[in-house]
């Protein structure tokens, strides 16, 4: 069984601080993506990667930074929270091979006061 | 970029009555088209596919239509239930070992006792 698992469910930040969302699979997955999930405007892609050490940006990647050291955990990374970027932030992985299923974690709801 | 319309927003039936959700999208080089669901408070899931070879397929009380010249697909779902109150994701994938998906912005699926 697929598991994609996020490091918090709940994190409250403060304006300027620097925040960390991690995320691991145990599938051996090489392909993992961030999204930010807002009402209203579906999933979007943060920034995806397909391998170790590569990244490549999504859709909205103003404002995060994204690293993949190891091949299970991608991490994302606010370098300064502001409180637009209060959402729920989704992890996914899948194989490499194109059309195969996405798997996605629980979540983490992050609200920047 | 590819870009995915995803209608309606919300959508309320009867139980037993059927639910169509639709979906277009812009880049050509699309040809993986899957639904995820999900339940309130829960990850998305994958509940069906489709590829482009394909014009249709059918899983029990789901099916996924889709029309390459028009660009759109379309998530059928017959005799509805209760469990079938959730939020509905329309994607787009393309045949790069590299694939992203590209979400929609979600169907707020209501069946009514």
């Given at each position: 069984d697929v598991k994609v698992t996020q490091s918090s469910r709940y994190l409250v930040k403060r304006t300027g601080e620097k925040v960390f969302l991690e995320c691991v699979q145990d599938m051996d997955h090489e392909n993992m993506f961030w999204y930010r999930q807002d009402p209203g405007l579906g999933l979007r892609l943060i920034y995806f990667s397909y391998d170790v050490k590569m990244k490549e940006k999504g859709d909205i990647p103003e404002g995060y930074s994204v690293s993949r050291e190891k091949k299970e955990r991608f991490s994302l990374i606010l370098e300064s929270a502001s409180t637009n970027q209060t959402s729920m932030y989704l992890c996914a992985s899948k194989f490499f091979r194109a059309n195969t299923e996405a798997f996605f974690g629980q979540g983490t709801r992050l609200t920047v006061v | 970029g590819e870009n995915v319309e995803q209608h309606p927003s919300t959508l309320s039936v009867q139980e037993g009555d059927s639910a169509v959700i639709k979906c277009t999208y812009s880049?050509?080089?699309?040809?993986y088209f899957p639904w995820y669901k999900q339940e309130l408070g829960k990850r998305p899931q994958l509940i069906i596919d489709i590829r482009s070879n394909v014009g249709e397929k059918k899983d029990q009380r789901i099916a996924v239509t889709l029309n390459k010249t028009a660009k759109h697909f379309s998530l059928h779902i017959t005799e509805t239930q209760p469990e079938d109150s959730a939020v509905y994701f329309c994607a787009t994938g393309s045949n790069f070992g590299n694939e992203k998906l590209t979400f929609g912005t979600g169907t707020r699926l209501t069946i009514i006792p």
């Open positions: - | 880049d050509s080089a699309s040809n």
